[in-house]
């Protein structure tokens, strides 16, 4: 289970990026301002989920409570593809530890402000 170590944006000029190769169950620790990157270099889809475990419920303004305890799907990310996820948008299932599943192959990165 490696931990996908985040990269600091702080300050001016370039950086060397932090890649991480997802093996299934992979943890990461979410600060405001996150942003994570999934890349898939395999030949395949994979379809990830991005799940805190403290997360079961979350209030929905205008609709009631939402179940979050099953993680959220990210979709599938087709083979050479990646995509980008602002983690302050899904905040509601960053609770407790943080970990991606089903992601083995993908690569990780994780900027962070």
Do not use: C, H, K
Not at 31 to 52: C, F, K, Y
Request: glycine content about 18%.
């Amino acid at each position: 289970m490696p931990a996908i170590t985040a990269t600091s944006m702080g300050g001016p000029g370039p950086r060397v990026l932090v890649q991480t190769t997802l093996n299934g169950t992979d943890s990461l620790t979410y600060e405001r301002g996150d942003v994570l990157m999934l890349r898939n270099p395999t030949g395949s889809a994979i379809t990830p989920t991005i799940d805190g475990d403290g997360g079961t419920t979350w209030p929905g303004p205008g609709i009631g409570t939402i179940t979050v305890s099953a993680g959220l799907s990210l979709g599938a990310i087709a083979a050479g593809a990646g995509i980008v996820v602002r983690m302050d948008t899904i905040n509601a299932y960053l609770q407790g530890t943080i970990a991606i599943t089903s992601g083995s192959g993908l690569v990780g990165t994780l900027l962070r402000g």
